[in-house]
């Protein structure tokens, strides 16, 4: 059967085999290259495609040319060759999910010797030895787990603003898709089925024009970054030597929470205030954003109130003072977190800022909602109108 096989291929003409013809136009490295930057960075310039790809000038120029022939680009303004413009045709704009099918492809047999495993751990990131000696444990349906290497810890940030880190520097500029899909995933503390992903990701896309989207966000992802995502065949997630801001602010707040628990120093510190007076992702309006972000609001209002009753208690003041503030610029309308600053003067023996904190609150919950304090938090001041 394969000598039939053999035959009837020797007899059909090579240019009739749509593989071939296909190769002849861009089965080649830099040819890659130079659509890569077309397609996904939308670069056009002869002298931007010189500066980005790397590649001489004259094999630059055969390789655009060729793609002119091929009817996947159009030239204009060739006059100049560093101002010529190559704009992609329908036919080249259809090789996205060709590229990111070869990336995808490429990325599953890719074979990376193994290195020693970074544990992250707050503040301080560990090795762990044992890990040396370990071989990389490889299934068909998953790719190796490629431990990350010290000099490549990897730490994204959620609160405040987002930012990537590796070993130490900010990776900048970083695409806004890698940005979204790096920041999805960090969201989530398990592994996310693409489907789902894709579909949260992209609400308003078809299901394949979604996926083509998370595969391109990742294909752009340059290598560093690349390994701080695990592709196996449940999902996607992040690494577990991957650190996270959002899910130790998380970690503390649940700290605070919890009564009768022995209470950590640099829980009480103005470091973990600062960390909980963060907002998450501020200016992102994703609907898998704006979800955690509440969620996130509603944690963090708490554990400040919490920490402010803890250091009131250590009789620490100034610190609670700060703690109760910062809850009460989360949510101003929020009578918790007066109450735990009027509980701060109270315990310094400060009646007047005590009855100043209560007037302040009861004119604005007044002005805003027509409503008067609850006699929870009028009961804290009561003996001092009595005087």
Avoid: C
């Amino acid at each position: 059967m394969n000598l039939v096989r053999a035959a009837a291929e020797e007899s059909e003409p090579s240019n009739n085999f749509s593989p071939s013809r296909a190769l002849e136009a861009v089965g080649e490295r830099w040819s890659l290259l130079i659509m890569r930057e077309a397609v996904f960075r939308g670069v056009t310039r002869f002298s931007e495609f010189e500066r980005r790809v790397g590649v001489e000038r004259d094999i630059l120029a055969a390789r655009l040319d060729g793609f002119v022939g091929a009817g996947l680009m159009t030239v204009h303004g060739a006059n100049a060759l560093s101002e010529a413009e190559y704009l992609l045709t329908t036919n080249g704009r259809n090789l996205e999910p060709v590229i990111v099918a070869l990336s995808t492809w490429a990325d599953g047999w890719t074979v990376v010797a193994p290195v020693p495993a970074v544990m992250h751990r707050v503040p301080d990131v560990a090795v762990d030895r044992e890990a040396d000696a370990a071989p990389v444990p490889h299934t068909p349906d998953a790719e190796p787990v490629r431990p990350i290497p010290a000099a490549l810890v990897i730490e994204i940030s959620l609160l405040g603003a987002f930012d990537l880190r590796v070993g130490g520097r900010s990776v900048d500029p970083l695409a806004v898709g890698s940005q979204r899909l790096l920041a999805f995933l960090a969201l989530h503390d398990r592994s996310v089925a693409r489907i789902a992903m894709a579909g949260a990701m992209w609400p308003d896309a078809s299901d394949e024009r979604a996926g083509i989207s998370l595969r391109s966000a990742l294909s752009r992802l340059d290598p560093a970054t690349r390994d701080a995502i695990l592709s196996a065949s449940p999902g996607l997630s992040l690494a577990e030597a991957v650190g996270v801001d959002l899910r130790d602010g998380q970690a503390l707040a649940r700290r605070l929470l919890q009564t009768g628990q022995p209470v950590h120093e640099e829980d009480l510190s103005t470091a973990a205030t600062s960390l909980l007076s963060l907002e998450l992702l501020p200016d992102w309006y994703d609907d898998w954003v704006v979800a955690e972000a509440e969620d996130w609001r509603q944690l963090r209002m708490s554990a400040l109130e919490a920490q402010a009753a803890l250091l009131t208690d250590a009789r620490r003041l100034a610190d609670a003072a700060g703690a109760a503030r910062a809850a009460m610029k989360v949510e101003p309308l929020r009578e918790s977190a007066h109450a735990a600053l009027i509980r701060v003067h109270l315990a310094g023996g400060n009646q007047s800022e005590a009855l100043r904190v209560y007037d302040r609150y009861r004119v604005l919950l007044r002005s805003i909602l027509d409503l008067e304090p609850s006699p929870h938090i009028s009961a804290l001041v009561a003996s001092i109108r009595k005087q």
